[in-house]
């Protein structure tokens, strides 16, 4: 997986990919999909919701710049693999996911595997965590129209948010922070389930 699928298109990270060869993704599917679990696609993970593309995950996690340290929120808990690869890349995880069923799925997971530095909300991801913020980064493994304002404000200055923008048509997107300044730099046509909010 690491060398055919993540590698070979591009990721250098070296910290990133050991990361997604030492997290074991068979355990954060379903059972029965426990033989596709490292296939170059999504996979159904109930309630609706996908663990994403192993490339996706291992890009999306590149473009943050993780040093070790960071603190990241998450918005998208899911199977919580994503929140494993971050915190295996030795950042503290603060995580959101609007199913309570798969919040306290992925707790029981991270928890059996070992994985501490991550936290857990069951709350609406547009909302992000106030009571947490700032965020070195932030990354979103659902899709919004635009850009929720409360991330914006909860990210640091100086920091990096990556999330995928659309509908029908998803892009992923780099936003930097400087002072007050936003830029946004388009990286790759992508497609997720659409993240779930009061908006």
Known sequence: MV????????????????????????????????PYAYADEPLPIGEGQTISQPYIVAYMTEVLELKGGERVL???TGSGYQAAVLADMEAEVY?????????SRAQDTLAGLGFGRVH????DGSLGWADEAPFDRIIVTAAASGIPGALRG????????????????????LVER????????????????PLISVH
């Open 95 to 103: 995580t959101v996911e609007v199913v309570g069923s798969l919040s």
């Open 154 to 173: 909860q990210l640091r200055d100086g920091g990096r948010m990556v999330l995928p923008l659309g509908t029908l048509c998803q892009e992923l997107v």
């Open 3 to 34: 060398q055919d699928q993540i590698r070979a298109r591009g990721v250098k990270d070296e910290r990133v990919l050991r990361a997604m060869g030492r997290v074991p993704r068979h355990a954060f599917v379903p059972p029965d999909l426990i």
């Open 178 to 193: 400087r002072g007050n300044a936003f830029t946004q730099s388009r990286l790759l046509s992508v497609r997720f389930v």
């Open 74 to 76: 998450e918005i998208g």
């Open 120 to 123: 857990f909300l069951v709350g």
